[in-house]
């Protein structure tokens, strides 16, 4: 018998190529979904709200977990991403005045389930633009109205266009307008931490270590990526806007001791970042993640506090999870199989939220009692106990 020849044995994955989807959000999710759907031969397109030139800015840091990076390895742009990013080692935490209090080694996360890695999110987003096609994706535009009709969604756009699609996707972040069009406001709820920070970039430093100092009514995080180190400096909202960023940085300075030149010099910075954004820290649950044929993607459908780093990682496990229920789905049941894509997904991202909410209470305390109380105990604590439940997500 002859040997057959590679097009003869190798199929591509086309099963999904007669159904027209539709993404609102070119964010994590969005395009982590876009590009999975382009390696099934699905047709799709992207909605933007922000136009080309102003979209992906500075933007802030990330820690991706194996979690989200292995949907990079199943999208063949782990090498992409590998070059742009660095891998994490430590994790420590340190006290007010800058002494360290406790440290962690990321090594068993890096040695039994795949490289835990610090990236910029601009750096990530275009990773997964480029590889779709800025063609892909219509820019400068929203979604003013959506209906369902039998199987069909049809879709109004800020351009008053009118189009219809078998699924829409709604990728549009912690603060979906989307949503907004098919879910009543007591179908979600936002949970507040009262607290916020800003972001600033401390340029040409490289840094292996997550670096975190929690104070009583302060919180200060060094988070290193490719040649650069994105700090993050948070406080209660109400002393925050009493005091000023000026202020506010001053008074964190004050506290430090002079020998911790890495930290002064990122307050430093940080004070003369010109309008640095302000992140007020909240998340987002939304009861049911599907209405017919629309299905809330990533931070729309459960939005996460930055404080335990995973949202990103989930986003993009989520997407892979939903694109691989699409794959063995007719036209006619698309309904059905996001029931059972929710039905895998859910539980796992609403327990991560959880941890990201308890390491919130841990890290945001006002008080110099509780704090000191808290310092102390996280002696005793392992980077397990901190989260319980991401370590568990991450064993999978
Ligand atoms: C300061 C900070 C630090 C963080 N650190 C980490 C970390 O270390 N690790 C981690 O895993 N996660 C981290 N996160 C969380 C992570 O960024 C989010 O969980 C993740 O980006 C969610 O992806 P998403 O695609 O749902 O939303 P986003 O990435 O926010 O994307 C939403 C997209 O939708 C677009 N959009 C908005 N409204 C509309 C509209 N009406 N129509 C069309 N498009 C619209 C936006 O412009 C954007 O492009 C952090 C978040 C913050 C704020």
């Known amino acids: 018998m002859g040997h057959l020849t590679r097009e003869q044995t190798f199929e591509p ?3 999904m190529k007669n159904l027209n989807i539709l993404i609102i959000g070119a964010g994590v999710a969005g395009l982590t979904c876009a590009n999975l759907l382009k390696r099934q031969g699905s047709k799709f397109q992207i909605v933007e709200k922000e136009s080309l030139g102003n979209f992906n800015g500075s933007g802030y840091m990330l820690g991706l977990l194996p979690l ?5 390895t ?9 070059e742009q990013s660095i891998e994490m080692t430590d994790y420590e935490i340190h006290k007010e005045n800058g002494t360290l209090n406790k440290a962690y080694s990321l090594n068993f996360i890096n040695k039994d389930y795949g490289s835990y890695r610090g990236i910029g999110r601009k750096e990530l987003i275009s990773i997964l633009t480029k590889s779709i096609g800025n063609e892909h994706i219509q820019f400068d535009t929203t979604i003013t109205e959506i209906q369902q009709k039998e199987n069909l969604v049809i879709v109004i756009f800020s351009d008053g266009k009118k189009d219809s699609f078998d699924l829409v996707i709604v990728a549009d972040g912690i603060h979906s307008e989307t949503r907004k069009l098919l879910w009543n406001d007591n179908e979600y709820k936002y949970y507040d ?6 972001v600033a970039w401390l340029e040409n430093k490289n840094l292996n270590a997550y670096k975190e100092y929690w104070g ?17 400096l948070g406080g209660p909202n109400e002393l925050i806007k009493k005091e000023g960023m000026s202020g506010f940085v001053q008074k964190i300075k004050k506290e430090i001791l002079p020998e911790f030149k890495i930290v002064h010099n990122s307050l430093d910075t940080l004070e003369s970042t010109e309008n640095p954004f302000y992140w007020e820290f909240h998340d987002c649950r939304t009861k049911d993640w599907q209405k017919g044929n629309v299905i809330l993607l990533g931070d729309s459908a459960c939005g996460f506090l930055p404080t335990a780093g995973v949202g990103a990682s989930m986003a993009m ?19 059905y199989g996001l029931k059972l894509y929710i039905k895998r997904q859910k539980k796992k991202v609403e327990t991560a939220q959880e941890d990201s909410r308890k390491l919130g209470k841990l890290m945001f305390v006002k008080s110099n009692l509780i704090a000191g109380i808290r310092d102390y105990a996280i002696r005793f604590y392992s980077i397990k106990q901190l989260a319980k439940n991401i370590s568990k997500t991450i064993e999978g």
């Open 13 to 15: 994955k086309l099963k």
């Open 68 to 72: 989200g990076g292995r949907v990079l």
């Open 74 to 82: 199943e999208l063949d742009l782990d090498k992409e991403y590998f």
């Open 193 to 198: 931490t009262d607290w916020g920070g800003w």
């Open 216 to 232: 009583a009514a302060s919180f200060l995080g060094l988070y290193p990526v490719k040649n650069k180190i994105g700090v993050f």
């Open 317 to 335: 496990d989520s997407a892979s999870a939903l694109v691989d229920e699409l794959s063995r789905t007719d036209k006619e049941h698309i309904g």
